[in-house]
């Protein structure tokens, strides 16, 4: 039987923290129960999560695109982001140490890592964070 990407991803985080798999777990089920966002999971040796704004135009054409990408990273124990919000805009949420990607075409405006203190205990913050990255997909 073949694996989904999602089972395979939730797999290579198997030795992770249980509050680190339960932060992404959270992301997961609260946005994968919306019509407005798409849940995908790579299917990589990095593994991400991808979170995708989904719309209709007013001329009724679909649209997509990513407003965040979350990876677990073993070796610090983080959670490394990339979305649209800018480092200003996460300083303003409470999040601090997010920076301005390093690649010139990236289309997301920053990164973050969540050390133990984010993930174990501010996966809701972090959430309404995402909430207000994907605000700035389609305006």
């Given at each position: ?64 695109q990513i407003f ?72």
């Open positions: 039987m073949d694996q989904s990407a999602r089972e395979k991803f939730f797999e290579r985080i198997e030795a992770a923290p249980l509050a680190a798999r339960g932060f992404f777990e959270s992301v997961d089920e609260h946005f994968r129960q919306r019509n407005d966002v798409d849940v995908r999971f790579t299917n990589t040796n990095v593994a991400d999560m991808r979170l995708w704004a989904v719309w209709e135009t007013d001329g009724g054409k679909h649209r997509e965040a990408t979350l990876t677990w990273q073993p070796k610090i124990l983080a959670v490394f982001a990339r979305t649209k919000l800018t480092p200003e805009e996460f300083a303003y949420l409470g999040f601090e140490g997010a920076e301005k990607p390093k690649a010139e075409k990236e289309p997301q405006n920053s990164d973050i890592r969540l050390f133990e203190e984010d993930w174990r205990y501010g996966a809701l913050p972090f959430i309404r964070a995402l909430e207000a990255s994907k605000i700035k997909v389609h305006v």
